[in-house]
């Protein structure tokens, strides 16, 4: 038999034909004796399987002739467990080489099937990581827009609130007038557009992004958060000093409901008269008060 150093992907189809021509020719019509059938000859052209297991890994498939019968043999099985042996004994070590060489074709195929099976199992998860990233991300879409309407639902029941009829109220009102600093909009980002459209381009705002990877995981920071600050406060009102924190009001609800209903803008620059005018006939004297331009 022919030798082969490096049998691989890209030559082992070539080096089998080659292997199979080669035993054909060692094999056809070759004299055999076998201790249960007796003489016989090896008439018709001999197959190579690589599909078995254990001893017969490998087989080169052959039907023998005794005498009217014919019967098909694993060859280099049957010539190894001495059941069959070949009348020119040369014969025998040849096949084994062979054999050797069909063993390593098939680790090859097996290879090549390996990776082929780990190709499909990749697509195959690739796929499903896809599909699933579908899913969650329509999912989280569905989520967000709920939140959404549920978010403007409730910030909208807060621009329907009824006119206060407190006068500690308007006092309050005035007093924020005066010493307001900056009434400030962090907004998620899928309600930037909302925001826009209720307040216009100039509104002062910042957007977060809800997605931005934290230390604890992402933010998700569902919610609006409105606020007013306050330049160097004096005589907190009563009414308000609960909701005051570090001369700043944290509370979306009421902020909102400046802005809404009595004049307020996101931003710096707020404008007295407006807010004025949003101010019942019977409490602009309240108002006033906290403004500081009447007398106690």
């Given at each position: 038999?022919?030798?082969?150093?490096?049998?691989?992907?890209?030559?082992?189809?070539?080096?089998?034909?080659?292997?199979?021509?080669?035993?054909?020719?060692?094999?056809?019509?070759?004299?055999?004796?076998?201790?249960?059938?007796?003489?016989?000859?090896?008439?018709?052209?001999?197959?190579?399987?690589?599909?078995?297991?254990?001893?017969?890994?490998?087989?080169?498939?052959?039907?023998?002739?005794?005498?009217?019968?014919?019967?098909?043999?694993?060859?280099?099985?049957?010539?190894?467990?001495?059941?069959?042996?070949?009348?020119?004994?040369?014969?025998?070590?040849?096949?084994?080489?062979?054999?050797?060489?069909?063993?390593?074709?098939?680790?090859?195929?097996?290879?090549?099937?390996?990776?082929?099976?780990?190709?499909?199992?990749?697509?195959?998860?690739?796929?499903?990581?896809?599909?699933?990233?579908?899913?969650?991300?329509?999912?989280?879409?569905?989520?967000?827009?709920?939140?959404?309407?549920?978010?403007?639902?409730?910030l909208n029941e807060i621009k329907k609130k009824p006119?206060?009829?407190?006068?500690?109220?308007?006092?309050?009102?005035?007093?924020?007038?005066?010493?307001?600093?900056?009434?400030?909009?962090?907004?998620?980002?899928?309600?930037?557009?909302?925001?826009?459209?209720?307040?216009g381009p100039e509104a002062q705002k910042r957007v977060?992004?809800?997605?931005?990877?934290?230390?604890?995981?992402?933010?998700?920071?569902?919610?609006?958060?409105?606020?007013?600050?306050?330049?160097?406060?004096?005589?907190?009102?009563?009414?308000?000093?609960t909701l005051m924190a570090k001369n700043k009001i944290?509370?979306?609800?009421?902020?909102?409901?400046?802005?809404?209903?009595?004049?307020?803008?996101?931003?710096?620059?707020?404008?007295?008269?407006?807010?004025?005018?949003?101010?019942?006939?019977?409490?602009?004297?309240?108002?006033?008060?906290?403004?500081?331009?009447?007398?106690?």
């Amino acid at each position: 038999m022919k030798t082969y150093k490096d049998i691989n992907v890209e030559n082992y189809e070539s080096i089998l034909e080659e292997v199979i021509a080669e035993i054909k020719e060692l094999l056809l019509n070759k004299e055999v004796q076998s201790i249960r059938y007796g003489s016989g000859k090896i008439l018709e052209t001999p197959e190579v399987s690589l599909d078995g297991s254990g001893s017969a890994s490998v087989g080169i498939v052959t039907n023998i002739q005794f005498g009217e019968e014919t019967k098909k043999f694993y060859i280099n099985v049957a010539i190894e467990a001495n059941s069959i042996r070949f009348v020119d004994e040369t014969l025998r070590e040849k096949i084994f080489e062979a054999v050797e060489i069909l063993k390593q074709i098939k680790a090859v195929k097996n290879e090549i099937k390996v990776a082929e099976a780990k190709i499909l199992r990749e697509a195959r998860e690739k796929l499903e990581a896809e599909q699933k990233a579908k899913e969650e991300a329509r999912e989280l879409e569905e989520k967000i827009k709920a939140k959404q309407k549920k978010v403007i639902d409730s910030l909208n029941e807060i621009k329907k609130k009824p006119a206060s009829t407190d006068s500690d109220f308007y006092y309050a009102l005035g007093w924020m007038t005066k010493y307001v600093g900056t009434v400030s909009a962090d907004i998620p980002d899928y309600l930037e557009d909302w925001f826009i459209k209720r307040f216009g381009p100039e509104a002062q705002k910042r957007v977060i992004d809800t997605t931005r990877a934290t230390s604890g995981g992402n933010s998700m920071k569902w919610n609006p958060s409105f606020s007013i600050s306050f330049k160097k406060p004096e005589n907190i009102p009563i009414s308000i000093q609960t909701l005051m924190a570090k001369n700043k009001i944290n509370n979306t609800a009421f902020v909102f409901d400046l802005v809404e209903n009595y004049g307020f803008v996101f931003g710096k620059a707020q404008d007295v008269e407006e807010i004025k005018r949003h101010i019942p006939e019977d409490k602009l004297e309240n108002f006033e008060k906290g403004l500081g331009e009447v007398d106690e």
